[in-house]
């Protein structure tokens, strides 16, 4: 399955700050918000009473991966798989929302649902969620991510993914973006609702680590991508980590994957946008456990993309005082 992510790929990408836009096309700004509407406001409590429905492409195999990720991921709310040609009659009501995957043509910069040949290009894609009305029959599908009727989204980019785990981490995302729905809806967050988010996954969840054996990706220790000529996890950074860990290839982190009974949590590195940066919010470092599946840690990734030795530190002390 999806052999155009999981090709396997000898290189490495040394991505100094002049060639950063070596990762291509950036749709939104590089913030790693994945949901930003309080729970108070309109388009939140709509959502809460509304129907939501995921919207399937034209590519099986990806509405393959599509439907049986989110029966397993989604738990926020019901949710309903629809054909394209289902939208015309649905999209017109603001009771409905749609979690869609869109993608950018390559030649009219036009906004669209992903399609086989997006796949093939291993086009970036963004996941969006968005509610519908009146106006929504032609305003759907747009690059801006943003606006007042969308809850979230975020990006996936398969030409950096396949370096790691592929589409795994785009479930890992969907993870996210389910959880983060349901922190807002139980906790009913009205303010700063990043920061709250993620004290409320990371609390809920951070002292399983204890008891579970930390994945790292091969691609992250072995300068495979690396910026500044330093690899993203350093064997000096992972010799603080007082708990289990394994340096794993990509393809055994699928395997564990399928395997696991608990015993495994995976190191995902999150970019929300093209270019890596190395200063300000630079993305997210999640921990994600497999067999609850459900994210552990989160916490934003800042003052560059490394998994740096005061960041581990940060996580072992919330480690060593959480009770889950």
């Excluded at 340096?247 to 015993?263: A, N, P, R």
Aim: aromatic fraction near 14%; charged fraction near 25%; include cysteine.
């Amino acid at each position: 399955m999806f052999e155009a992510f999981n090709r396997v790929i000898i290189m490495k990408l040394s991505l100094h700050i002049p060639f950063c836009l070596y990762f291509f096309g950036v749709l939104n700004p590089c913030s790693a918000q994945v949901v930003s509407k309080t729970y108070s406001s309109a388009v939140m409590q709509a959502f809460i009473k509304g129907q939501t429905y995921a919207v399937l492409t034209s590519d099986d195999t990806f509405n393959k991966w599509f439907q049986s990720t989110l029966e397993k991921q989604w738990t926020v709310n019901s949710i309903q798989f629809i054909s394209p040609s289902r939208l015309d009659s649905l999209v017109v009501s603001d009771k409905n929302f749609f979690l869609f995957v869109q993608a950018k043509d390559e030649k009219t910069s036009v906004i669209h649902l992903l399609t086989g040949d997006d796949l093939a290009k291993k086009k970036e894609f963004f996941i969006v969620l968005s509610q519908g009305g009146y106006k929504q029959s032609k305003l759907l599908f747009s690059a801006g991510t943003s606006g007042s009727k969308v809850l979230g989204s975020f990006r996936y980019g398969p030409d950096r993914a396949e370096l790691t785990a592929g589409m795994l981490e785009c479930e890992i995302m969907l993870s996210l973006f389910n959880q983060s729905l349901q922190a807002v809806v139980d906790k009913k967050i009205r303010s700063v609702v990043k920061d709250s988010v993620k004290w409320v996954i990371t609390d809920e969840n951070v002292g399983r680590l204890r008891d579970q054996t930390l994945l790292i990706n091969h691609a992250y220790y072995d300068g495979t991508i690396a910026l500044e000529e330093k690899p993203l996890v350093s064997e000096k950074v992972l010799e603080d980590y007082p708990y289990e860990y394994l340096v794993v290839s990509k393809d055994s982190v699928q395997l564990l994957f399928d395997e696991s009974s608990g015993d495994y949590c995976y190191l995902f590195l999150y970019f929300p946008s093209a270019r890596i940066k190395t200063e300000d919010d630079c993305g997210d470092i999640i921990m994600y456990d497999p067999f609850l599946k459900r994210i552990l840690y989160y916490e934003d990734n800042m003052s560059g993309p490394w998994f740096e030795k005061w960041k581990m530190k940060q996580l072992i002390s919330l480690v060593k005082s959480n009770k889950y």
